[in-house]
């Protein structure tokens, strides 16, 4: 009997697996039919100066505007997009409107900063296929930064900095976006020509008002280390005004959330003004 149930589980399990792949099979024909339609789009939403709001850049969030299951988040869709490898042409639609945007913003200092996902990350010809659009749109370099995570270093870390420091040479700046949640090994970081690390947004919810617990020891150990490296930090995800004075206590001094501006479509960023 036990053997029968068992097998049974195995089945349910066998089902499920089915049914994923299916959803997949789903989402990834409905991908490549939106990548034709131009269905992906950035959203900006501002990286502000702590002390007073003041825009500094923005960052480039990917949605996917589906034609009937309305507006999707990468939550929705972004490991699909990796595992079948479509991401590179997602992103590069990203950033091709994105660079078409940056002329338009209100401020013409501000940088967006773009995601880069680990895989495209490592491809040898990022750089240079980079500048070629920044060229086509005609945007300086200094107008946008790169951001990854630290899953892009780990596997070919030599072949990463050589991005990192090529990019660094024609003007784009890289943040290690999520810093804390990933392998974080501290030992590596100086190796890499990182202008900003991105504290994540799981330190910022957890940190209390009279920085006692793990939350704000930690966001205090990157502020050091950051210091010391020579980098920027950004605090992400900042929702009220107490973690807002928190960050500040702890020296950090620049940061994006809620608190000050939800992620909006960089359409409306540009023709608003
Ligand atoms: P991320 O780069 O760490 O982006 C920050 C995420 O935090 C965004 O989620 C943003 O909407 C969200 N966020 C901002 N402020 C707050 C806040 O105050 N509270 C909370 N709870 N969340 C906040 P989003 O837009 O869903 O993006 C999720 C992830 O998808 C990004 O994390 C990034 O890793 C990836 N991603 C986004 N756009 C792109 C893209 O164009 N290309 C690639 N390859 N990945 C992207
Ligand atoms: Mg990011
Ligand atoms: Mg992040
Ligand atoms: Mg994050």
């Known amino acids: 009997r036990a053997k029968a149930r068992g097998r049974q589980r195995y089945e349910l399990f066998d089902e499920q697996l089915r049914l994923e ?20 789009e950035p959203f900006l939403q501002p990286i502000v100066r702590l002390a007073d709001g003041a825009v500094l850049g923005y960052e480039a969030l990917l949605r996917w505007r589906h034609a009937s299951r309305g507006l999707l988040l990468p939550a929705d869709f972004l490991a699909v997009a990796e595992d079948t490898g479509n991401i590179e042409q997602i992103d590069w639609q990203i950033y091709e409107q994105v660079f078409s945007a940056i002329p338009g913003l209100e401020d013409a200092q501000a940088y967006v900063s773009i995601n880069v996902s680990a895989r495209h990350f490592r491809a040898p010809n990022l750089t240079a296929s980079l500048l070629d659009l920044l060229r086509a749109y005609q945007v300086h370099p200094s107008r946008v930064r790169i951001e990854v995570t630290e899953g892009a270093l780990l596997q070919d870390p030599e072949q990463a900095a050589r991005t990192m420091l090529s990019l660094r040479d024609a003007g784009v700046l890289t943040s290690l976006d999520d810093f804390g949640t990933g392998y974080s090994s501290l030992s590596y970081l100086h190796r890499f020509p990182l202008h900003s690390l991105k504290i994540d947004r799981s330190f910022v919810a957890e940190l209390k008002s009279d920085l006692s617990g793990s939350a704000a020891a930690v ?4 502020r050091a280390l950051a210091g010391s490296l020579g980098m920027e930090v950004i605090a992400e995800g900042i929702e009220t005004t107490a973690q807002c004075d928190a960050l500040m206590r702890l ?23």
């Open 251 to 273: 020296d950090c001094s620049i940061g994006q959330g809620f608190l000050f501006a939800l992620p909006r479509p960089a359409l409306e960023l540009t023709l608003a003004s």
């Open 219 to 222: 966001v205090r150990a990157i």
């Open 21 to 40: 792949a299916l959803n997949m099979l789903d989402l990834e024909s409905e991908m490549r039919r939106a990548l034709t339609r131009s269905e992906f």
